[in-house]
């Protein structure tokens, strides 16, 4: 078959790379001029099948709204006037229960386990190297009280078959001797070995080039300007490059109608206002998340375990001779920018902690004062659950792979390789279903139809 594909992220090129492994023709749509230049392209670098916890909980209501006059804090809900906003916030806290929470975290982990099999097929497949790291990841706490409640979230992980560990501080400071400086405030922490960490943009920008490769065709600088719909499927898409310069987007001259025989809609944030323009409704709302790349001082001292602060929500990673710190979300619309004050404060926060944690290891100066920090923010596809949409719409030919939040490089091979599984008529070897969604198959991702 010819597939087309809408969005070169992680998920759109995984999907690409394993369409083509199961033999179809596949053009990939995207308007920037490279893959992984948006919510790919800085993110916290954790392959984190253990911890995999969606915002949703019991406590996250309270939390938000102590929140809601911190710039800094680790979950921002800014409201608008957009009604999806408000929709996605309820939906958010009818998930914010125990029984949806483990649900949820079940899910995940299943996604999680079968994504992480996949990406090491991916890599013995085609050796691409992205500053990869196998040393696990650690969870350290500043606060008892929360350590208190780590037993039971790693006993919820082994549960399903994840080896999440509770360990002690000295233990943890062997694991990761790197925060030596900062033990007087560790109480304990968690750690898994399993995980991992790595350069999503780079691994998936080297996947993009090994899909050309392989015949793929990857129209870069490309709109899609709208889904063509001729009775009750998707006949083709119209697209127009960005180097036509067209001024008005009624302008039919500098328009592509390109066909397919199926297409796939995996646009991250975008997906969701894409798809309601053929009555496709569904609940992916952005999540601003916000990451700060810095160059390391001391090699000697930086982590080489890819670590979470509990207490802030943020991640470290490094990626070679760069630490990589990166988290929180911010619920406020598809605003990007990063010179607003709530994005100078969020940004600040990242500094601060890392000179805080690991002092003078990362040249966390700003540009007054000679630095040169990469500050970047993207926008994480969220649903209330954390769990995505991999499946068939109610569209014909038009099927979809988005609203992973924040765990689209842990779920990225995953995902890929069930839709590619899917549109071939296969059933993916995994215990996965839309919770909350669509029917639960007990076989494996169901293929059940996407609810408009």
């Given at each position: 078959?010819?597939?087309?594909?809408?969005?070169?992220?992680?998920?759109?090129?995984?999907?690409?790379?394993?369409?083509?492994?199961?033999?179809?023709?596949?053009?990939?749509?995207?308007?920037?001029?490279?893959?992984?230049?948006?919510?790919?392209?800085?993110?916290?670098?954790?392959?984190?099948?253990?911890?995999?916890?969606?915002?949703?909980?019991?406590?996250?209501?309270?939390?938000?709204?102590?929140?809601?006059?911190?710039?800094?804090?680790?979950?921002?809900?800014?409201?608008?006037?957009?009604?999806?906003?408000?929709?996605?916030?309820?939906?958010?806290?009818?998930?914010?229960?125990?029984?949806?929470?483990?649900?949820?975290?079940?899910?995940?982990?299943?996604?999680?386990?079968?994504?992480?099999?996949?990406?090491?097929?991916?890599?013995?497949?085609?050796?691409?190297?992205?500053?990869?790291?196998?040393?696990?990841?650690?969870?350290?706490?500043?606060?008892?009280?929360?350590?208190?409640?780590?037993?039971?979230?790693?006993?919820?992980?082994?549960?399903?078959?994840?080896?999440?560990?509770?360990?002690?501080?000295?233990?943890?400071?062997?694991?990761?001797?790197?925060?030596?400086?900062?033990?007087?405030?560790?109480?304990?922490?968690?750690?898994?070995?399993?995980?991992?960490?790595?350069?999503?943009?780079?691994?998936?920008?080297?996947?993009?080039?090994?899909?050309?490769?392989?015949?793929?065709?990857?129209?870069?600088?490309?709109?899609?300007?709208?889904?063509?719909?001729?009775?009750?499927?998707?006949?083709?898409?119209?697209?127009?490059?960005?180097?036509?310069?067209?001024?008005?987007?009624?302008?039919?001259?500098?328009?592509?109608h390109l066909k397919a025989?199926?297409?796939?809609?995996?646009?991250?944030?975008?997906?969701?206002?894409?798809?309601?323009?053929?009555?496709?409704?569904?609940?992916?709302?952005?999540?601003?998340?916000?990451?700060?790349?810095?160059?390391?001082?001391?090699?000697?001292?930086?982590?080489l375990v890819s670590t979470?602060?509990?207490?802030?929500?943020?991640?470290?990673?490094?990626?070679?001779?760069?630490?990589?710190?990166?988290?929180?979300?911010?619920?406020?619309?598809y605003d990007l920018s990063?010179?607003?004050?709530?994005?100078?404060?969020?940004?600040?926060?990242?500094?601060?902690?890392?000179?805080?944690?690991?002092?003078?290891?990362?040249?966390?100066?700003?540009?007054?004062?000679?630095?040169?920090?990469?500050?970047?923010?993207?926008?994480?596809?969220?649903?209330?659950?954390?769990?995505?949409?991999?499946?068939?719409?109610?569209?014909?030919?038009?099927?979809?792979?988005?609203?992973?939040?924040?765990?689209?490089?842990?779920?990225?091979?995953?995902?890929?390789?069930?839709?590619?599984?899917?549109?071939?008529?296969?059933?993916?070897?995994?215990?996965?279903?839309?919770?909350?969604?669509?029917?639960?198959?007990?076989?494996?991702?169901?293929?059940?139809?996407?609810?408009?």
């Amino acid at each position: 078959m010819k597939i087309i594909i809408l969005g070169a992220g992680i998920i759109g090129v995984s999907t690409a790379w394993h369409l083509l492994e199961q033999g179809h023709e596949v053009t990939v749509v995207e308007r920037q001029p490279d893959a992984a230049l948006e919510t790919s392209f800085a993110n916290a670098a954790q392959i984190s099948v253990s911890y995999c916890e969606p915002w949703a909980n019991r406590d996250a209501p309270l939390k938000a709204l102590k929140w809601m006059f911190r710039n800094d804090a680790p979950l921002l809900f800014r409201p608008t006037l957009d009604w999806q906003q408000w929709r996605w916030g309820l939906q958010f806290l009818g998930q914010c229960n125990d029984t949806a929470f483990e649900r949820n975290v079940q899910q995940l982990v299943a996604l999680g386990a079968y994504s992480h099999a996949a990406l090491k097929d991916v890599v013995r497949a085609t050796g691409i190297e992205y500053e990869r790291l196998e040393h696990g990841i650690a969870h350290y706490y500043t606060d008892q009280k929360s350590f208190d409640t780590a037993g039971a979230a790693a006993a919820l992980m082994r549960k399903y078959g994840v080896s999440r560990r509770v360990v002690g501080r000295e233990e943890l400071l062997r694991i990761e001797p790197a925060f030596r400086a900062f033990a007087h405030r560790i109480v304990g922490g968690t750690y898994t070995a399993s995980d991992e960490s790595g350069d999503a943009r780079v691994f998936t920008q080297a996947l993009a080039k090994a899909c050309i490769a392989r015949g793929a065709e990857f129209l870069y600088n490309h709109d899609v300007v709208r889904l063509n719909q001729l009775g009750d499927a998707i006949d083709s898409i119209a697209v127009r490059a960005r180097s036509a310069g067209a001024s008005d987007s009624n302008d039919q001259k500098s328009l592509r109608h390109l066909k397919a025989d199926q297409f796939v809609a995996a646009c991250g944030s975008y997906t969701a206002p894409l798809l309601r323009t053929v009555g496709v409704d569904l609940p992916i709302y952005p999540g601003k998340g916000y990451s700060a790349t810095f160059k390391i001082k001391r090699p000697e001292a930086a982590p080489l375990v890819s670590t979470i602060d509990d207490e802030m929500k943020i991640a470290i990673s490094r990626l070679g001779d760069q630490l990589r710190v990166a988290g929180t979300i911010e619920v406020g619309g598809y605003d990007l920018s990063l010179d607003s004050a709530v994005a100078r404060a969020r940004c600040q926060m990242l500094s601060d902690r890392i000179e805080t944690v690991l002092p003078g290891v990362c040249d966390t100066r700003n540009e007054a004062q000679g630095g040169q920090p990469q500050y970047w923010t993207g926008l994480r596809p969220a649903t209330p659950t954390n769990i995505p949409y991999i499946g068939k719409t109610k569209i014909g030919k038009l099927w979809i792979n988005a609203g992973h939040g924040t765990l689209g490089w842990t779920h990225g091979a995953g995902s890929g390789k069930a839709l590619a599984g899917l549109i071939s008529g296969r059933q993916p070897d995994m215990v996965f279903g839309f919770h909350g969604f669509a029917p639960v198959s007990q076989k494996g991702l169901t293929s059940a139809t996407v609810p408009g």
